[in-house]
């Protein structure tokens, strides 16, 4: 089992763009989704997938468990999901010893870019870069589950 803890954050400025370490694509699936538990399943680079079970614990912090699973399990899977998915390249970017990943979300939720910071302990205190906007964490509004599902935010949308 592993504790997931991170805090998430809308993304306004463009200075991420200039030293990303590495990228990916990745179409996210919800095989499952009841309350605060989820099953999703990704699809990397269109290369390797794995599967994901989350539940919550608090606004920060939830336990996650994670499989690697066949890429043709991994495309039923998405096909099962009746729509539930979210398309998105993810960029990665080290910073005063913490790792920050850039989510910029394409399709129905082009332009949408949000940055998550993975930490040891809900007291740490990653530097925040100037490229952040508002902070997110814990909004289910702003989960994959839900902008799978229900799309952006009315905040958001133009």
Same mark, same amino acid.
């Given at each position: 089992?592993?504790l997931e803890?991170?805090?998430?954050?809308?993304?306004?400025?463009?200075?991420?763009?200039?030293?990303?370490?590495?990228?990916r694509?990745? *179409?996210?699936?919800?095989?499952?989704?009841?309350?605060?538990?989820?099953?999703r399943?990704?699809?990397?680079?269109?290369?390797?997938?794995?599967?994901?079970?989350k539940f919550?614990?608090?606004?920060?912090?939830?336990d996650?468990?994670?499989y690697?699973?066949p890429l043709d399990?991994a495309?039923r899977?998405?096909?099962?999901?009746?729509?539930?998915?979210?398309?998105k390249?993810r960029y990665t970017?080290?910073?005063?010893?913490f790792?920050w990943?850039?989510?910029a979300?394409?399709?129905?939720?082009?332009g *949408?870019?949000?940055?998550?910071?993975?930490m040891?302990?809900e007291?740490?205190?990653?530097?925040?870069?100037?490229?952040?906007?508002?902070e997110?964490?814990?909004?289910s509004?702003?989960?994959?589950a839900t902008l799978?599902?229900?799309?952006l935010?009315?905040?958001?949308?133009?």
């Amino acid at each position: 089992m592993a504790l997931e803890i991170e805090r998430k954050f809308l993304v306004e400025g463009d200075g991420w763009r200039e030293a990303p370490e590495t990228t990916r694509h990745i *179409l996210q699936a919800y095989v499952a989704l009841d309350g605060d538990t989820s099953v999703r399943v990704r699809i990397y680079d269109n290369r390797h997938a794995r599967l994901t079970v989350k539940f919550g614990l608090s606004r920060m912090s939830r336990d996650e468990f994670e499989y690697p699973v066949p890429l043709d399990d991994a495309r039923r899977m998405v096909e099962a999901s009746r729509g539930r998915l979210v398309e998105k390249t993810r960029y990665t970017i080290s910073l005063d010893g913490f790792v920050w990943e850039i989510d910029a979300y394409e399709g129905a939720l082009a332009g *949408l870019v949000i940055a998550e910071v993975e930490m040891q302990s809900e007291t740490d205190t990653p530097t925040l870069p100037d490229w952040l906007g508002r902070e997110v964490t814990g909004d289910s509004a702003w989960s994959n589950a839900t902008l799978a599902i229900h799309g952006l935010p009315a905040e958001a949308r133009p």
